[in-house]
């Protein structure tokens, strides 16, 4: 870290990890190795963070260091040592009284990890009352308050609410605060910020990184993205293939890696691929939203007269912050749902408002890649059954061809044909999402809603995507609705934006005019300011210049 954040005096050590080894069962039922011999030491009040490209063990050793293994998985070999206890010495029944409690672990998609038939507050309290670590009453006063830290809103009341009822960048705080209402000793963050836009990103890591800080509780960061573990991580291992291929200070890695791999990571996340020229407004729009608006209850409006155009063969970013209306805005232009007012138009005609009323060739024209793949493709069905089922059901293909079809597709997006066998439960969460899109490419679409297509991804593999997307743009002429709260991927890959907030259109244009300052808007500027940068001082920068700017409460960080 900087001069001024550095910290030396971390605690005793309190994970240590020997030669750990992980095994994995093979499609053709045999195991291999997908954890290499790795050693860790963790302090308290340090920060270890794993970064590396999809599959490369990241998640596994975070798992690995609460004692536990996915379905699929087991620990082969190695000392895993909590407080000085081996994990794996111990009773199944003695591990689980440190989980939840004295360690505990923030994942990667919150929607998987929530009961959708159970109030949020009932299972942010679950582990502090079921553990006696303190009274239901006392608990979800502490819950609240970490709503509050967490910026969320109304905290007092969001717990009362189901999952399907808050955002997902909303739902993924939810589950830090979950993680963090028993004060644990260890803390597993595995990609806590994936789904936040970049001003809430900000709240969520200075809180984080003081409460880690604070409490001297020991954490394993978990993250692609580089400037994300900036801010927050004392030390960086960069892992690849399950081997550890280089680690050290967090300065030293970012701005001085010694390997090549390291470095590859590193250019990919400043790679830009955006070499086309935008000319001006489309003429003839392969989809216009017409002053549309639309709510879930029937009595706030969550999008209020939003009006949006899409040309062939052009991008439009859909940005601004969680609960902005973006994702609602993709429900409404699939029929998912239909608005209260106005209308959306596919190539100069009207589509019906919902799903349901629409031919399959309107459903065929207009496919979507969703923001989480956990909960987005069935995990009882094979990775060929997956995109194989569009196939058929648009195109009639069986047998022969329609194999060929899906190992063609796979091919795209980067895996080999022997994934085609695999259930989504042996994949790891970049991989599954590289499937969503091999599904919504089976359609042969003409227009795809990227909803937070690459937040999953490590920093290569979202390189590869983009390239992936940008090719068959300009092959086919696709039109992309490309919803993100990652502005550097904005930059990269959209020709105009569109910048919402609280349900409206604050602003757009084409995406030199509204990343040229001075924007125009105060919240695009907001937003713009808020996206962190490569250097380990740049939180402590931005919550020291905030002002105005970003409105945020000082006390949230004290």
């Known amino acids: 870290m900087n001069q001024e954040t550095a910290r030396t005096g971390f605690g005793e050590t309190l994970l240590e990890m020997q030669a750990l080894r992980v095994e994995a069962l093979g499609a ?274 969550v999008l209020k007269d939003v009006g949006v155009e899409i040309g062939r063969g052009e991008t ?47 459903l065929r024209k207009i496919q979507m890649i969703y923001q989480m793949p956990d909960v987005a493709i069935n995990p009882r069905q094979r990775v060929s059954e997956i995109i194989g089922r569009p196939l058929t059901f648009y195109f009639g293909l069986t047998g022969k061809e329609r194999e060929e079809r899906i190992f063609a597709l796979l091919e795209e997006i980067d895996l080999d044909r022997e994934f085609a066998d695999r259930f989504p439960g042996q994949l790891s969460g970049g991989q599954k999402q590289r499937v969503c899109i091999a599904r919504a490419l089976a359609a042969d679409p003409e227009l795809i809603i990227c909803d937070e297509v690459t937040s999953a991804l490590d920093q290569v593999v979202a390189a590869g995507i983009l390239k992936l997307l940008d090719r068959l743009q300009q092959e086919k002429g696709l039109a992309y609705m490309f919803i993100t709260h990652d502005l550097g991927i904005v930059r990269n890959i959209a020709d105009r934006t569109v910048v919402m907030y609280q349900g409206e259109v604050v602003e757009q244009g084409t995406t030199e005019q509204i990343f040229t300052p001075p924007q125009k808007e105060a919240y695009t500027r907001k937003l713009i300011a808020s996206t962190p940068e490569m250097r380990t001082d740049w939180l402590d920068e931005v919550l020291r210049e905030r002002g105005d700017l970003f409105d945020i409460d000082a006390a949230a960080h004290t």
């Open 28 to 301: 053709d039922g045999n195991p291999f190795r997908i954890v290499n011999d790795i050693d860790i030491n963790l302090r308290r009040g340090e920060v270890l963070g794993l970064i590396g490209e999809s599959g490369a063990g990241k998640s596994t050793i975070g798992l690995a260091s609460m004692c536990f293994a996915r379905p699929g998985c087991r620990i082969t070999g190695g000392r895993i040592l909590f407080a000085g206890t081996d994990l794996r010495q111990q009773d199944e029944d003695d591990v689980r009284q440190i989980r939840g409690v004295r360690a505990s672990y923030i994942a990667q998609s919150a929607a998987a990890a929530f009961n959708p038939a159970k109030r949020l507050n009932d299972q942010v309290t679950e582990a502090a009352v079921r553990h006696s670590v303190m009274s239901h009453s006392s608990a979800t006063k502490r819950a609240e308050e970490l709503y509050a830290r967490l910026d969320l809103p109304d905290p007092a009341r969001i717990g009362r609410r189901y999952p399907h009822q808050v955002s997902g960048g909303q739902l993924q705080r939810v589950m830090s605060a979950m993680a963090m209402t028993c004060g644990p000793d260890l803390l597993v963050l595995d990609e806590p910020t994936t789904a936040l836009d970049v001003t809430t990103q900000i709240e969520v890591l200075a809180t984080v990184r003081d409460l880690i800080r604070n409490n001297n509780t020991a954490a394993l960061y978990i993250t692609h993205d580089l400037a994300v573990v900036a801010q927050v991580a004392d030390r960086i291992m960069v892992l690849r293939y399950g081997d550890l291929i280089e680690q050290g200070d967090t300065a030293k890695i970012l701005h001085d890696p010694d390997e090549p791999y390291t470095k590859e990571l590193i250019s990919a996340r400043t790679e830009d691929i955006n070499t086309k020229i935008f000319t001006g407004m489309p003429e003839n729009p392969v989809l216009a939203i017409r002053e549309v608006t639309a709510t879930y209850d029937g009595e706030v409006d």
């Open 316 to 362: 439009v970013a859909i940005v601004g912050e969680s609960g902005s209306g973006k994702s609602t805005l993709a429900r409404v232009v699939t029929g998912l749902l239909p608005p209260r007012k106005g209308h959306v138009e596919f190539d100069g005609q009207k589509l019906s408002l919902a799903l349901r009323e629409r031919n399959k060739e309107e």
